[in-house]
């Protein structure tokens, strides 16, 4: 039975893809999820697997050519063995595996078995920019009944965490890739119902490790062939890798920029710019070693390598290696700082009159309202007004101009016992106090429950973010890419202060003071407009007489 193969929808905002090159030819046999040709969109350049194994029978789009999403670029003519279809359990692995995986591919035939009536579960893709997921957490497991939506398995994404539910009801009769395994979108992680194969993955999986180091042997005394073990301690595409081998490159040299660490393919370009193809610079230092015991008939030579290590004795303590939220965290915030030209400007904020109208409407407001009163809506209320003000604030770089942005997309920062998260309240100009304030406590809500949709963390335009709830006076927050500007808010403190009356007297009194922090982005604003907008912020809290409701 022919199969479609068809341009796939690559993100939200996404409807249409190049073709730039096919990896097969007409009466090419293909496995599946193998990659079959390559894409390029506005957002992003691709490899798209094959959607079933069998041999390529027609390209119906021909190389160079643009096409919608979901036209039929060729068809795949299923062959029907059950060796087509045995890579699927490697396609899923992550990359880290990739080599070891390769050779146990034929003991896998097995696998088919559940094609049939089990139904498949698959990574899903939770944004327009993002085509891998980690499993971090398996809910069910093997032999456990799942009911339609109830949530199966957690992962994390360059974006967002989530669990993920089930697409069928009946019973998890497979896990194909186990927590902690990164794998691409679409990739099939799992089967609901057919035949129960309780130890087919488990059995692969520790199974794969032994041929991997029997090739890994070889590897170390050729010098060309550095890409057995490129994919074992680096993270990137399947297109990044192809360029690799292409090129006869180890990735093991190349600086990853993305997230995590990963390898882009405009890194590779960069590298093979500077070096060219098969001269990864640091790899001939890594041969010497091998070079020298082989002149030197002792096996004992090889041995004074040892002792180098110890030059940096390793202290007492637990190495624990980074989360997938931390490692996204860590990169982001290091190119936040490499991009950005951080300015932070501080101001004391006389809270009192906000303070007292809280404590005199919180438990009425509660009641109409259902949702707790906070001092966030009312920062953000006159952050949002003051951002109408100063469309410069709300602005962020893109290449050498200035994009003012449409909307005002409020993020706010929420503190998870696993790492940090900003929900984004979008187009925020156009909700009452109310509507800002059930924002907020929603957002809240689903991002310590792992409930949040991707396009809720992102296309922020500001971001508030309020450490002061733990005491701390003031911060110097990072701005949170592209945005230009981040508020940071301070803890709420009593505090002595001069007060002049209307008649022009000046008194001591307790105030209720807070201090607000302005980072922001001095390439394309000035500290003259970041002095006047936390002025009028300043002005809009401290003269509070919005209704909130």
Request: charged share 20%; hydrophobic share 40%; net charge negative.
């Amino acid at each position: 039975m022919p199969t479609d193969v068809i341009m796939p929808q690559m993100g939200e905002s996404i409807f249409e893809g190049t073709i730039t090159k096919w990896l097969k030819k007409p009466g090419d046999t293909v496995q599946r999820d193998e990659p079959l040709f390559e894409i390029s969109t506005d957002k992003v350049d691709a490899e798209i697997p094959s959607p079933a194994a069998g041999v390529l029978s027609e390209i119906k789009i021909a190389e160079g050519a643009t096409v919608q999403i979901n036209t039929v670029v060729g068809v795949i003519n299923e062959s029907g063995s059950a060796t087509a279809s045995a890579p699927t359990p490697a396609a899923a692995a992550p990359s880290p595996t990739a080599p070891a995986d390769e050779a146990p591919a034929a003991p896998a035939p097995a696998a088919p078995a559940a094609a049939g009536p089990g139904t498949d579960i698959v990574m899903p893709q939770m944004g327009e920019s993002i085509f891998e997921g980690t499993i971090t957490k398996w809910l069910k497991q093997v032999g456990d009944s799942v009911q339609r939506d109830e949530p199966l398995f957690e992962i994390s994404t360059d974006k967002v965490d989530a669990e993920i539910p089930s697409p069928a009801a009946g019973v998890l009769s497979e896990i194909k890739v186990p927590a902690g395994n990164t794998v691409q979108i679409n990739t099939v992680v799992g089967v609901i119902g057919g035949t129960a194969r309780v130890s087919a993955a488990p059995a692969a999986t520790p199974a794969a490790p032994a041929p991997a180091k029997t090739e890994a042997a070889p590897a170390a005394s050729a010098p060309q062939a550095p890409a057995a073990s490129v994919s074992e301690d680096v993270r990137s595409s399947p297109l990044v890798r192809k360029m690799a081998k292409d090129n006869n490159l180890d990735l093991s040299q190349v600086q990853g920029s993305g997230a995590g660490g990963r390898i882009t393919k405009n890194d590779v370009t960069s590298f093979l710019e500077k070096h060219g193809a098969g001269s990864a610079a640091p790899a001939p230092a890594a041969a010497a070693p091998v070079s020298t015991p082989a002149a030197t008939p002792q096996p004992a030579a090889a041995k004074p390598a040892a002792p180098a290590a110890p030059t940096t004795p390793a202290l007492p303590g637990e190495l624990v290696p980074l989360s997938r939220m931390r490692s996204i965290i860590a990169q982001r915030m290091v190119d936040s700082k490499h991009t950005n030209a951080h300015v932070h400007t501080v101001f004391k904020i006389d809270f009192t009159r906000i303070v007292k109208i809280r404590e005199k409407e919180k438990s009425k407001y509660e009641q109409r309202n259902g949702v707790k009163l906070t001092y966030m809506p009312f920062i953000s209320r006159a952050v949002i007004a003051t951002l109408r003000k100063m469309p410069i604030v709300n602005a962020s770089m893109e290449g050498d101009a200035i994009r003012y942005h449409k909307n005002i997309n409020i993020g706010i920062a929420v503190a998870l016992d696993w790492g940090l998260i900003v929900p984004v309240i979008k187009q925020a100009e156009e909700r009452s106090f109310v509507g800002v304030a059930r924002a907020i406590a929603d957002l809240a809500e689903r991002a310590r429950g792992k409930k949040l949709k991707p396009d809720e963390v992102g296309s922020g335009t500001f971001t508030i973010t309020n450490p002061g709830i733990f005491g701390e006076q003031f911060g110097t927050p990072i701005i949170n890419q592209p945005e230009s500007a981040i508020l940071g808010v301070g803890g709420l403190f009593k505090e002595p202060a001069v007060v002049t009356n209307e008649d022009g007297t000046d008194s001591i009194a307790i105030r209720h003071m807070i201090h607000l922090t302005l980072g922001f982005d001095h390439r394309i604003i000035d500290g003259a407009d970041a002095g006047k907008f936390m002025v009028e912020v300043k002005k809009y809290l401290e003269n509070w007489n919005e209704d909130i409701g």
